[in-house]
C-alpha cells in the first residue's frame, strides 16, 4: 500500500527527545520550545511565535485576542477545516462562509466585500495547500473597513507571499505542526503575532490567563490570575521533536517541490487533453508544496478514480465536506447552492499520496494508474 501520508523523521527527532526528558523539564515553555520559536522567528521574520497544543488552539487564542463577541461576524472560506469556524463560533460570533477561486481554491476576493458590514470584526484568510490567497487585496479590504486579519496558515508553514513569509502579513497568523503537515510533532501548532500591542495578553491567555511567563523572566515576583485564558502551551518532548524537524526545514522542502514537480510533469499530458485540471502556484506566492491534487471532470469520475487507486494499493483521499453544507453549517442556517464553486470543488479534488518516503518508482506507478483508470 502506498500510504497518503507517512512521518518523515531521523536519529535527530530521537536525540531531542531523550535530551528533554534526560533534563527533567518536560512541560510546556521549555528550553526546546524556546529554541524552535526563536529558530521560527529568525527565520520568518516574525515579531512573536509562541507554540502551542495546535493550529486549532491557536486560532481560539487569536479569537479571544481580537475580542470576538456575540453579535459579531467572521469572514472565512467554507472550503476549510472546521478549526477556522470553531473558533468564531467558540466566542459566541457568527462565521460568514464566502465561495473560494475556482484556480487557487482560496477565498474569493471579489465575494468578500458583499459580505461586510458593521458587525464585521475579523477576515480570515485561509492559504490551501501552501498557495498563497491575495494579500495585497485583503490588506486593502481590511483597512478600509478596519477589520481584523487572522491569516489560517495551517497548511502553509514556510510559504511566501512576495517576500513575506505567510502567517506573518496579517495582524495574527497561525501554523499546524499536525502529523500530516510538512513540519510536524503530531499535534502541535503555534500563533504568531504581528502586532507589538498583542504579545503580552497571548503570553497570559496562553498560561491559563495567568502572568506566569513573566513571573518565570523574572519580571514580577509572583504570579496570578489576571485574564480569561487556557493551558494552550505545547510539552517540551514535542517541542524537541519539532525542532529536529524544523532544523530540516529547507531539506523537506526541496524534498517536496521534487515530488510536485515529478506529478506535474507526469499529468500534463491529462491536462492537455482537458481530462484533468492541475494545482496553479501565482506568480505572487512560493508554495511550500504542502500538497498535489488534481481535478476531476466531474463527482463520479473522481470517485471511480478514488476507488480503482484504492485496488492497485494507492491511497488517495478528498477533503472537505464545505463546512456550510455540513451537518452544523445548516443548522447556521447555510444550504446547497449558496457557493456553488466551492461544492463544485469538493466533489471534484482528488489528493494524491505526498510525503518524503515516496520513490521514483512508487510516483511513477501512481501516475501511470491515473493514466490507466482515466484513459480506459
Ligand atoms: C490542519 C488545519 C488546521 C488545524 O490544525 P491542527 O494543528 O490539527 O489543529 C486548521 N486549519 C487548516 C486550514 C488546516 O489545514
Redesign the pocket.
Known amino acids: 500500500m502506498i500510504n497518503f501520508n507517512k512521518v518523515y523523521y531521523d536519529q535527530k527527532e530521537f536525540k531531542y527527545i531523550k535530551d528533554c526528558i534526560a533534563s527533567s523539564k518536560i512541560s510546556g515553555d521549555g528550553k526546546y520550545t524556546h529554541k524552535v520559536q526563536e529558530f521560527l522567528e529568525r527565520k520568518f521574520k516574525a515579531k512573536k511565535i509562541l507554540l502551542t497544543t495546535?493550529?486549532?488552539?491557536?486560532?481560539d487564542m487569536a479569537s479571544i485576542l481580537i475580542n470576538i463577541k456575540p453579535g459579531d461576524e467572521v469572514i472565512l472560506p467554507s472550503y476549510?477545516?472546521v478549526?477556522?469556524a470553531n473558533s468564531i463560533l467558540l466566542r459566541g460570533a457568527k462565521p460568514i462562509f464566502v465561495d473560494i477561486d475556482k484556480k487557487t481554491l482560496n477565498i474569493d476576493i471579489n465575494k468578500i466585500e458583499e459580505k461586510i458590514n458593521s458587525k464585521t470584526r475579523a477576515l480570515i484568510p485561509?492559504?490551501?495547500a501552501g498557495i498563497s490567497s491575495d494579500m495585497d487585496k485583503i490588506l486593502y479590504l481590511a483597512k478600509k473597513y478596519n477589520l481584523y486579519i487572522i491569516e489560517?496558515a495551517?497548511?502553509a508553514v514556510n510559504a511566501k507571499y512576495k517576500n513575506s513569509f505567510l502567517g506573518t502579513i496579517g495582524n495574527i497568523g497561525?501554523y499546524?505542526?499536525?502529523e500530516?503537515?510538512n513540519y510536524t510533532c503530531g499535534?502541535?501548532?503555534a500563533i504568531i503575532l504581528n502586532d507589538e500591542s498583542f504579545i503580552e495578553r497571548a503570553e497570559i491567555i496562553r498560561e491559563k490567563g495567568t502572568n506566569r511567563s513573566k513571573f518565570f523572566r523574572g519580571e514580577i515576583d509572583k504570579y496570578t490570575w489576571v485574564d480569561i485564558g487556557s493551558s494552550f502551551l505545547i510539552s517540551d518532548i514535542l517541542s524537541a521533536f519539532l525542532l529536529a524537524q524544523i532544523e530540516k526545514m529547507d531539506y523537506i522542502l526541496e524534498k517536496r517541490k521534487c515530488i510536485y514537480e515529478k506529478y506535474y510533469e507526469g499529468l500534463k499530458d491529462l491536462e492537455e487533453r482537458n481530462i484533468i485540471t492541475l494545482p496553479i502556484i501565482p506568480e505572487y506566492n512560493k508554495s511550500n508544496y504542502h500538497m498535489f491534487f488534481i481535478l476531476l471532470k466531474n463527482e463520479e469520475i473522481r470517485d471511480n478514480l478514488m476507488y480503482k487507486l484504492k485496488e492497485k494499493g494507492i491511497q488517495a483521499l478528498f477533503h472537505y465536506i464545505p463546512l456550510h453544507i455540513s451537518p452544523m453549517g445548516k443548522k447556521l442556517g447555510y444550504k446547497e447552492g449558496d457557493l456553488p464553486i466551492t461544492e463544485d470543488v469538493s466533489k471534484r479534488i482528488l489528493r494524491l499520496p505526498f510525503h518524503l518516503h515516496l520513490t521514483d518508482k512508487e510516483i511513477e506507478y501512481i501516475i501511470k494508474s491515473i493514466y490507466d483508470i482515466l484513459m480506459k
Not at 495546535?54 to 486560532?59: G, Q
Request: a negative charge.
Open positions: 495546535s493550529a486549532s488552539t491557536a486560532l476549510t477545516f478549526s477556522t485561509v492559504h490551501y489560517d495551517a497548511q497561525v499546524s505542526f499536525h500530516t503537515k499535534e502541535g501548532g
